[in-house]
């Protein structure tokens, strides 16, 4: 089965097929996408794409969350902003995506500040009990 991959002017792009299921995956854009630089393919980060509240009882396929992790010797040169724009983009041609959001801890500026250059605007603060304590996040969100 072929690769789907989307291309930057610095990055590659490609959604990952661990379990067998691209078909679901290219379908829908949802999974883990890894990030390398071009010409070298090595692999410096990742974008996740979901359902927001995957994990729930009812997730919302039309509110697309999406994040990011990248290692941190590549952190501040812009990677992650040009990933999650270019895959955002990519998710958002879908016709049933009506929303697309992201979280972060409320200290990590810099992805609140990616979120904002992806055009997201401040949603809530919440407490997240999933990281094993009381942590507090944040919600941003576009409505397209």
């Known amino acids: 089965m072929k690769k789907f991959?989307?291309?930057?002017?610095?990055?590659?792009?490609?959604?990952?097929?661990?379990?067998?299921?691209?078909?679901?995956?290219?379908?829908?854009?949802?999974?883990?996408w890894k990030v390398s630089v071009k010409g070298n393919d090595v692999f410096i980060g990742y974008i996740l794409v979901k359902p927001l509240n995957i994990s729930s009882e009812f997730p919302d396929v039309n509110n697309i969350e999406i994040g990011w992790r990248f290692k941190q010797e590549n952190w501040g040169q812009g990677?992650?902003?040009?990933?999650?724009?270019?895959?955002?983009?990519?998710?958002?041609?879908?016709?049933?995506?009506?929303?697309?959001?992201?979280?972060?801890?409320?200290?990590?500026?810099?992805?609140?500040?990616?979120?904002?250059?992806?055009g997201m605007?401040?949603?809530?603060?919440?407490?997240?009990?999933?990281?094993g304590a009381d942590v507090t996040s944040v919600l941003y969100s576009k409505v397209l």
């Not at 959604?15 to 299921?21: A, K, N, P, R, V």
């Not at 879908?94 to 979120?115: L, V, Y």
Request: aromatic content about 8%; hydrophobic content about 35%; proline content about 0%.
């Open 79 to 118: 990677y992650a902003t040009e990933a999650a724009k270019a895959v955002a983009d990519k998710v958002t041609e879908q016709k049933n995506i009506k929303i697309i959001s992201a979280t972060a801890d409320a200290s990590n500026i810099a992805s609140i500040r990616i979120m904002e250059k992806l």
């Open 5 to 32: 991959e989307i291309n930057t002017n610095r990055l590659n792009i490609e959604l990952m097929d661990e379990d067998g299921s691209q078909q679901l995956y290219e379908k829908n854009y949802w999974g883990l």
């Open 121 to 131: 605007s401040f949603i809530k603060n919440y407490n997240d009990k999933t990281k």
